[in-house]
Each structure stands twice: as C-alpha cells, then as structure tokens.
C-alpha cells in the first residue's frame, strides 16, 4: 500500500454525535446508493468535509489528485464516483475507459483546464517540436492527448529532473507557478504556458511575511501552484497529500496553510492538537478578500451524489481516440512513481524540499 493510501486508511472518521439527523439520514442514503450501484466514492481534500467523511465510511478515499487516479484504476467497482472537478473524472474514465464514471456535478471544472484550450496547446507544441511535453493532471483529455508525460504536484519535480537528466527539454503546461518551482528545484530547460489557479494565485508574500512575524513558531506549508513570493517562505512546499502529512508528523504545534481550506477538514481530524492557520489572502486593511476554496470544488455536495446515484447523471464520455492517446501520459507517470515511490511521498522527518529564503 502506498504511503498516501496508507493515510487515507489509517484514519476512518465515524459520524459525529451532535450532527443532525437529517444528515446522518442523508448520509446514510448515499452509502446505500453507493453500495446498491457497485459504486465507490473518490474524493478530493477540497470538497465538503462531508463528502470526505462519506468517502472514507465507504471503503473509498479521499486523496490527491495522484493517489485519486491510483485507486480508482485499482478498485474493482464498476462505478466510480468521483468528488473533485472534471479533470479528477476524465483522469478515471481514461485509466478505466469499462467503468462508469460519474461526478455529482460535470460542471465543476478549473481555471488551469479552462486556461489551456486544446487548440491553442496543440500549436505551441507544433512550434516547439523539439522538447518534451509534460502537463499537469489538471487539464483536459485532449490537452494530455498531446502530451508525453502528465504529472500531479507530487511528483512533477521527480520527473522533470529525470528528463533533465535525460538531456531532454521541456514544454510544460498550464501552471506557470508549479512550472516556475519545478524549473528552480531541478533546473530543467522549461518553456511555460501561462495560466494560474484562481486559489493558489490569491496567497500574498507579503502578508504571510508579517504573519510569519505573529507566529514565530509556526511552520509555512504551501502548494506550489502559489506564487514564487509564497513558495520562498515555505518550509515545505507539496501536493495536498504532503502538505497533511507535514501537519501530523512534522514536530510543531502550529501551522501557517497555503492551500484551498478543504484541506482543513482533514488536518484538524488528523491533528486535532495541533493549529492550522489559513494563509493570508489580502491584507487587514483590505476590503475583498479571496476565500481560499475553489468554486468548482465547492460544487460537489452529498445531495448531488444523491442525485447523480439515482439515475440523474450523465456519465463521463470521452473519444475513443483522445481516450487511447491521453493514456500513455499519465500510464508514464504512474509507472514512474510506482519505480520511484520514495521520491512522490515526503520523508518522516526533515521534509523536503525548503526552497526558502524565509
Ligand atoms: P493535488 O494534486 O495536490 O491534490 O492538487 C490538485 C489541485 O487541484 C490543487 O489545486
Ligand atoms: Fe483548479 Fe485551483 Fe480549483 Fe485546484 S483549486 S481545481 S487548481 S481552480
């Protein structure tokens, strides 16, 4: 079992004794639509707590975008359910092209996937027929169609620097962030497609530099889709499965969080002693502030399991041919980090990597 399955295991949280009836009881209707259609929940740490809880008392999971894509090609169900935003689903439906894939809500999309149309991607590899195309798992099938390698925030700086070390250059999209960070860990020849995630991109340095200062003793975690002023204060930059793991090992009380506050859910039933701060998103003085949770996330929710459960989804169709092309991308990652498994979970302790300049 992998590091990351591990934890998701480990940790099964029972229903809470104070939680209305009406949700115990809507609860207890999606784990047997659940069960009645041969169905498991994947969940993604951003979506409503609620769903996450759902996930685990089912025998599903709730995971990263990397160990999502993992179990649900493993698990035998014939339907996968996913909670998270249509790549998480097209992702699935690819590795499993015989089961039925549904999301309870096929809207729910992302501002990387939106930010990098297909057409668009397929000219700039056209122009740049020379270098490897690596795109993060949060784009479009037809995006990874066109692409040599998908990568999660896992394990992209492991795999771009055994491309580096392969003398080959990269062309790598859609997060300019995430590709700026992984060209500094691994100093690869990147060419950058520029689009940003609308969460990540609202953390501000410089606030969570006078943060910092409130809170000597907190530790700075951060999801590398944040900006470069963020990413430098980290004491560990990761995947949203790296970021938890530093909160219920690393040896600290409180914790400075800059990534989607879905994860909070989990981090505070992992770690119920320990402090997690939200990252700040604008200043004190300010009058709009970002609210840190991913609107496409947000989308997701036990009613619309219901409901996509009772015949009222349409499940994820895909061509064929996009379907054929689109796997060997992410087949390459997933042999890659099945070969290299230390390289895609962070150390017990000491964790890696400080960029900073904190
Ligand atoms: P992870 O791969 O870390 O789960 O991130 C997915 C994502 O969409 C982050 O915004
Ligand atoms: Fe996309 Fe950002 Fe939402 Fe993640 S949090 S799904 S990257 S928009």
Request: aromatic share 6%.
């Amino acid at each position: 079992m992998s590091a990351t399955a591990d934890i998701a295991v480990r940790f099964r949280s029972p229903a809470s004794a104070d939680e209305p009836a009406s949700r115990q009881a809507e609860r207890r209707r999606a784990a047997e639509l659940l069960e009645r259609n041969n169905a498991v929940l994947v969940a993604h740490y951003y979506v409503d707590g609620e769903l996450q809880d759902l996930a685990l008392e089912t025998g599903g999971c709730v995971a990263d975008s990397l160990e999502m894509a993992r179990f649900g090609r493993n698990h035998p169900a014939r339907t996968l359910v996913v909670a998270g935003v249509r790549f998480m689903g097209e992702t699935a439906k690819i590795l499993s092209p015989e089961k039925r894939v549904l999301m309870p809500d096929l809207e729910a999309t992302c501002s990387l996937d939106l930010g990098c149309p297909a057409d668009a991607f397929g000219r700039f590899c056209d122009e740049h027929p020379d270098r490897t195309v690596v795109v993060y798992a949060n784009t479009s099938a037809a995006v990874k169609a066109r692409a040599h390698w998908m990568v999660t925030s896992s394990c992209a700086v492991p795999i771009v620097a055994h491309l580096k070390e392969r003398g080959e250059k990269v062309l790598w999209a859609p997060d300019r962030h995430l590709g700026r960070y992984v060209q500094q860990q691994t100093g690869a020849d990147m060419l950058l497609w520029d689009a940003t995630c609308v969460v990540h991109d609202e953390f501000k340095g410089i606030e969570l530099d006078l943060m910092r200062r409130e809170h000597p003793r907190a530790k700075v975690l951060v999801h590398p889709e944040s900006p470069a002023s963020v990413a430098q204060q980290a004491d560990l930059v990761g995947s949203t499965t790296q970021l938890l793991r530093a909160v219920t090992e690393m040896d600290a009380d409180e914790f400075i969080v800059a990534t989607d506050a879905g994860l909070f859910h989990r981090m505070r039933q992992l770690a119920p002693s320990k402090t997690i701060l939200e990252a700040p998103t604008a200043g004190k003085s300010a009058t709009c502030k970002a609210c840190a949770h991913c609107p496409w996330m947000a989308m997701n929710s036990v009613g619309k399991l219901i409901d996509c459960l009772s015949g009222g989804a349409q499940p994820i169709e895909l061509d064929e041919g996009v379907v054929r092309s689109a796997r060997n991308c992410i087949e390459r990652m997933l042999e890659f980090t099945s070969r290299h498994p230390a390289t895609t979970a962070p150390p017990a302790t000491g964790f890696v990597p400080n960029i900073g300049a904190a």
